[in-house]
């Protein structure tokens, strides 16, 4: 199973961008996606969360309102939009998917396939 990043780069406060994340096999089908991030000199955090089959997307507060996570299973592919970025979204994405539980879908040792990741800066 692979999962394949895309989509980062650079911009400018206040603009946008969307990572893909694009999965072998129907694995995106039939599990639960997260996508996390690690900043510089950070821990990799919790960003967003699609439940399987569906319907159900979670977001950690400091993106709450201008991220937006998208799960396309006939596609197999995962997306995050990405809106009013700020210079502290800079990061490497990462794109995970698994079936943890209700309770540990921030913690990024309850996915089992994780992407290479994707750097996204924003500059101020």
């Known amino acids: 199973v692979q999962l394949q990043a895309s989509g980062g780069g650079l911009v400018h406060a206040g603009g946008s961008l969307r990572l893909s994340c694009a999965a072998s096999g129907r694995i995106l089908s039939v599990h639960a996606v997260g996508w996390f991030r690690q900043a510089p000199g950070k821990e990799r955090s919790f960003v967003a969360y699609a439940s399987w089959p569906g319907g159900g997307t979670y977001y950690s507060d400091s993106v709450k309102g201008r991220f937006t996570i998208f799960k396309d299973n006939a596609k197999n592919t995962v997306y995050l939009h990405m809106n009013s970025l700020k210079p502290e979204d800079t990061a490497i994405y990462f794109c995970?998917?698994?079936?943890?539980?209700?309770?540990?879908?921030?913690?990024?040792?309850?996915?089992?396939?994780w992407g290479q990741g994707s750097l996204v800066t924003v500059s101020s």
């Open positions: 995970a998917a698994g079936t943890p539980s209700s309770g540990r879908i921030r913690q990024e040792g309850a996915y089992e396939f």
